[in-house]
Every structure is written in structure tokens, then in C-alpha cells.
């Protein structure tokens, strides 16, 4: 028991991440798709990566993220943004010729979503390991792997790189694995996720992730492996539920989400796990972050545009006093 934590501390160097910069135009009605014209709202800046980081600069972080933008208002959108917010954005190259990546999303009356991407064959497709992103990877104390960044070529060499480099210099490791269990299924797809696993020191699974990462049945079986594996802390994401911590430190903490209404749930998890690192990374108890965690995730459900609720600490703050929580067992 103690303090104990495998977290690099804040002083070691910026948490970095490596991954998608994308615009996201939502339909502004509930329907099918896209298969006649109506009412859009957008461009708003987004990428899972890119809301993770920005969220980890406004609570008060040093973030830097290595990312492709084309030379286009989208990505004017999203550097400023992120500039703006505090992310060293050195390490995001402009790819000419190229356009940024974009998403465009609709709810069904179900919650469902239907999406038409471009992000394979946008400048996000074209990530590279650049002097620039060496020279950020470099001076890292954290990286952070979204799984979702995955799924564009190149990028998972990048990814790979980055890690052993910042493990070298004795900083940490989170994992978001972000992925369908689907996408699980094939060789190479299990093979990079269980290498990941092993080099995980916070996971921050959400739904059955957790089931899917430990090949297990139940949630404690999972948890139990997992540990055993050397991961020091997981932090499962569970919507409306809340989340919990379990470590071998510390055990399982719990804690209920805060009652509010939700308007769009995109950047939940990602706010929620920026939160969650970076008050660890600044010697915050598992109990405490995960309040902040949770008040994050909320805020930014209650906001249109998945960067749009990205929480400063002193937003935080305020919230977590005026706002409140279902307490559960
Ligand atoms: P994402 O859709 O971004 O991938 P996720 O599935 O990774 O999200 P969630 O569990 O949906 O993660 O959300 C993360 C956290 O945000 C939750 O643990 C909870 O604390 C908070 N949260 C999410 N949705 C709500 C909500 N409707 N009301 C209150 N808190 C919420
Ligand atoms: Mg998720």
C-alpha cells in the first residue's frame, strides 16, 4: 500500500500522443444518414488523440501531440485550437496537396451513429516520424496510445517507436484501446493490442474492452490478469455508471458519474482519461482524479462538438462543487 505509482511524474516531460486531427460536422436532425441534403453544424475540431491532448493542456499540462493536417482552414481550425489551448503543436505537419481529415456524423432516433469518413486518404493518412515529432518524443515523459489511431497506416511504427524511446528515458505508458472487438478478431490486430498491453502502466478501457484486453468472461477475472500482467492501474470507463480504479496499490475505488444531460457524448472517454492522467502525473490520490475524471467526461457530454467541452481545472473545480453526483454503493 502507499502513494505508489508507475506514472512518470509531470516533471519528467510533456504527456505526448500520436494520432488523427480531423474537422467533425454533425447533422443538426435525428435521421439516417446522408442520403439527402439537410441542416449541418461544423466544423468542429476533433480526432480522439487531439481531444485527449487539448483536454490535457486545459487541466493544466504539458501536451504535445504528433499529427498530419493538410494546408486547409480544417486544419487551420484545429492547430489554432490547440495552440490556443496550450498543446505544443511542433510536431503537426501541413501536408500539401492533402486535404485534413473530416467526419461527418448523424443520430438515429436509437443513439446509433452513422458516420462518412475521410481519414485514411486525408494528411492524417500521410503521419510521419518527422525531426520534428523525434525532437518532441525526445523530451516525453508520457505517451498516451489512443487505439483508434491503429486503424491509419504508419502510424503504428510511429507509435511503437515513441513508447520504447519514452520507456527508455523511465517515462510512462496509458492505453485508450478505442477499438470494436471486431476489429480484435484477426492476428495482427490481437498482436499489437497485447503488446501494448504489456507495456501499459494506466489502461483506460470503456464497455467490454476490459473483457476483450484480458480474454476473459467476467470483470474481477479480467482485472486479475491484467495486474498480473504488470499493467498498475486500469480505470474502466462506464458511461452514466461512472468509473473505477483498481491497482494492487490501492484497490478498487469507485466513483458515480454526475447527473447531467447529455446533448453529445463524443470526447467523453477521451477528456475523461486526459483528466484522470494528468492529475496522476501530478501526484494526485486515484480517488481525487477520478472525480476530476468524472467531471470531465460529464462537462463534455452537456456541449455540442466533441472539443467544445474540454474543462480547465478551475471549470472543473466549480462543477464538481455546484454539480451532483449519483452516489450508488
Ligand atoms: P467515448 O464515446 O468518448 O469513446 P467512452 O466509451 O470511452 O467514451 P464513457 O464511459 O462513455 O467512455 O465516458 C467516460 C466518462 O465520462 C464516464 O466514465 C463518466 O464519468 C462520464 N460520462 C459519460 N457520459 C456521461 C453522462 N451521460 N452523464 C454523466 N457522465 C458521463
Ligand atoms: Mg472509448
Redesign the pocket.
Known sequence: MGIASTLAPEALGPTITVGEILVEIMATTIGSGFREPQPLVGPFPSGAPAIFIDQVARIGGAAGIIAAVGDDDFGTINIDRLRVDGVDVSAIAVIPGKPTGSAFVRYRPSGARDFVFNIAHSAAGETRMTTEARGLINRAGHIHVMGSAFAIPGIAAILLEAVATVKARGGSVSF?P?IRKELMQGGDGRKLFDDMLAVTDLLLP??DELLVAADEASEAGSVERLLKLGIGEIVL????D??SHFSNAFGRVDCA????E?ID??????C?GAAYLTCRRGGMLPADALVY??AA??R??TKQGPMEGVSSKAELDQFIVTESRELTA
Open positions: 485508450d478505442n470503456s464497455g470507463k462506464r458511461g452514466i461512472g468509473s458519474a454526475f447527473k447531467v447529455e457524448p463524443t470526447g467523453a472517454g477521451d475523461f475524471a468524472n467526461g460529464a463534455t457530454v
